[in-house]
């Protein structure tokens, strides 16, 4: 991060991101890595930028946020898990240039790079249908950051990853409540 940001106070601090209503308050290891290593990097630029990924659930919550204007508790809820979402994308993109590859918002597919793209986000048509969209996100972030455990041999990444799954077994939870209560019939 330039100092230029951080001088001015335009950075958020990781104590600032736990007092949010809808994070856990349990601190956030600061990212770091045992040496560079493209292959780990590939794996977290899809927890990064893919199809699954913090930039997709950042926009498909804060589309939501934007569209569920009416129900006041659950847009709050939205914006709220789209500005955790912000900072796990900081802290990937962080570790991704440590790992020495630009954290470009693409994947690689065949060697070759796959930018991100707005048709990942699920936009939805109803309160209950983008709930179940929401949930069914969180669940498979937290599948793929567990696989991305295994694949990868440094502490350092797998702690930051179960800091992050943390989190989005939180919002899971907060999902499930307010489908709970705006849509009861959603199986969670």
Known sequence: MSEDIINKGVSTTAEEHVKRWCALAAPYPEPQVLRP???????????????????????????????????????????????????????????????????????????????????????GYGICDKLSADIAAEKSAIQQYRLHQQLIDDPYIKALLERIILDEQHHLALFSQAAAKYCPNIKV
Request: hydrophobic residues 35%; charged residues 15%.
């Open 37 to 123: 290593n493209p292959y780990y990097a590939s794996l977290l630029l899809e927890d990064y930028a893919g199809s699954v990924s913090e930039m997709t659930a950042i926009n498909q919550y804060f589309y939501h946020y934007l569209t569920l204007y009416q129900y006041h508790d659950l847009a709050e809820l939205q914006e709220c898990v789209s500005i955790i979402e912000m900072y796990h994308l900081e802290l990937l993109g962080e570790t991704i240039r440590m790992l020495g590859v630009p954290p470009e918002y693409r994947t690689l597919t065949n060697n070759k790079p796959v930018y991100w793209n707005a048709s990942y986000v699920y936009y």
